[in-house]
């Protein structure tokens, strides 16, 4: 059957779809934080923030810079150094995830876009960052970027099943004597998280295709998605996937050990989380910045990660908020800081930075 440009079906299904490809201008950096909603974004939490802990007897905000100021110096490097070891470890699995969509690409190229990418996700809500990084790779390679959406999508997916799975070992242990009301409400929400998050894979993998071609929608948009899907599905071969949740652990093992090391720095007395403790307390954080509500969950997290410090593990308001102002340092301003630096010289926003022409592999 002809199309409307003359051509036959066989014709046009040997032509790759065009893929809608974000300009530059609608993904500038620049641009996104001249945006009112953005600046609203990131002063208003922190207001709340403020006036929150302001508002409660047990803050005792003029004792914070003394608290912070005695921190261990040397710890806090430590802390800094374990949490950035999290991204050459978050580009290699990248590089296996795209190696097994058929495309070869360097750690060190996909370390640096990702780091841009956590920059934008740091400055501008909605997980922004995400779509950035497809659009990064996108503009220094000739990869498909719906195939490139869907390894970042499964990488996301990899990250919430390691999160919840490691944060409900790590409650276990940490509340073997018996788990707190608030406690019990994370773990069944994790639990039934995890079991949606399961079920609509699987409903991907077997009735995607086939709901999505029975709706009105252009062709076009069915080619899309199944580039997607391929993205999302050859990404996570058995072959691949040890080594994977390997690589995974290790990545939410760098977040939990800058907790536990930015608490052992401030050395607080009344303060004794251990490391099943401070895993808990760090990778719940992690769930809460899955909300897109504001760049880096910023206000949300800091809420609550005081609240669990506070209500599960008895830690002093003022102590729990010195934490969480630190650790937030850590993951958050550096992030900020170093990567604008990096931002700012990185060939790979003017498409011309991969330091290592990129290779097709074969896949089965």
């Known amino acids: 059957m002809a199309t409307p440009d003359g051509s036959t079906g066989a014709e046009r299904g040997a032509q790759p779809p065009v893929e809608p490809d974000p300009s530059a201008t609608q993904l500038s950096l620049g641009r996104r934080l001249r945006e009112p909603r953005t600046i609203i974004s990131l002063v208003l939490p922190i207001f709340l923030l403020v006036l929150f802990a302001r508002s409660l007897p047990g803050f005792h905000l003029e004792e914070l810079p003394a608290k912070i100021l005695g921190a261990n110096g040397l710890l806090l490097l430590a802390a800094l150094g374990v949490f950035y070891l999290g991204f050459p470890l978050r580009g290699y699995r990248w590089v296996l995830l795209l190696r097994a969509t058929g495309f070869r690409l360097g750690t060190t190229d996909a370390t640096e876009i990702i780091f ?8 501008v809500p909605a997980k922004l960052g995400d779509v950035y990084r497809a659009y990064l790779l996108k503009i220094n390679s000739p990869v498909s970027l719906s195939k490139t959406f869907g390894t970042v999508f499964i990488e996301r997916v990899l990250d919430l099943f390691a999160i919840v799975t490691l944060g409900l ?8 004597n018996g788990l707190p009301g608030p406690v019990q409400v994370v773990f069944l929400v994790g639990g039934v998280f995890v079991a949606l998050l399961a079920l609509a894979l699987l409903s991907m993998r077997n009735f995607g295709r086939r709901i999505l071609t029975r709706l009105p929608v252009p062709q076009r948009i069915v080619e899309l998605y199944d580039r997607f899907e391929e993205g999302v599905f050859s990404a996570i071969g058995l ?4 080594r994977l949740i390997v690589v995974t652990g290790l990545i939410w093992a760098t977040e939990g050990t800058r907790l536990f090391l930015v608490v052992e720095a401030l050395g607080f007395a009344d303060v004794h989380l251990g490391i099943s403790g401070a895993f808990f307390v760090a990778l719940t954080g992690s769930l809460l910045t899955a909300v897109p509500l504001t760049p880096a969950g910023i206000g949300v997290v800091e809420t609550g990660l005081v609240a669990v410090l506070t209500v599960a593990y008895g830690v002093p308001q003022t102590e729990a908020l010195a934490i969480t102002l630190v650790d937030r340092a850590i993951s958050v301003l550096s992030i900020i800081a170093i990567g604008s630096i990096v931002y700012a010289i990185s060939p790979k926003r003017r498409g011309a930075g991969l330091r290592h022409a990129p290779e097709a592999v074969p896949t089965a």
């Open 239 to 242: 072959r691949a996937l040890p």
């Open 169 to 176: 070992a790590a409650g276990f242990v940490s509340f073997r």
């Open 116 to 123: 841009i990418s956590w920059l934008v996700n740091c400055l």
